[in-house]
């Protein structure tokens, strides 16, 4: 059993920063690619950053320059620093991964809320 557990979000004014963390647990033989995606109200779930195994990293374009997604091997963990937070910003994140556990699968946090309001 594999699961991945989020934490960071919350409400912040516009210009602001958060970073989110997201630890997997469980029977892990290896993790390869990590990534955050978000969903906002009435929006399809969006790529926001990725990072693989090798560290290569790609971000959409609406987050390029502000976010900064990073992992930690030795903690099975992925982070998403945010900068420069807007509105648009605003959604639900959720943390992925590709992991080989007792099958390779891909598992998905249950998602932490991201307000960026003032």
């Known amino acids: 059993q594999v699961q991945l557990v989020e934490s960071g979000g919350g409400l912040v004014q516009p210009g602001g920063s958060l970073r989110l963390s997201c630890a997997a647990s469980?029977?892990?033989?290896?993790?390869?690619?990590m990534g955050w995606y978000r969903q906002a109200p009435g929006k399809q779930r969006e790529l926001v950053a990725a990072?693989?195994?090798?560290?290569?990293?790609n971000y959409a374009d609406s987050v390029k320059g502000r976010f900064t997604i990073s992992r930690d091997n030795a903690k099975n963990t992925v982070y998403l620093q945010m900068n420069s937070l807007k509105p648009e910003d605003t959604a639900v994140y959720y943390c992925?991964?590709?992991?080989?556990?007792?099958?390779?699968?891909?598992?998905w946090g249950q998602g932490t809320q991201v307000t960026v309001s003032s």
């Open positions: 992925n991964a590709h992991i080989l556990s007792v099958v390779e699968n891909d598992y």
């Open positions: 469980g029977s892990i033989f290896s993790i390869y690619a």
């Open positions: 990072i693989a195994s090798g560290d290569s990293t």
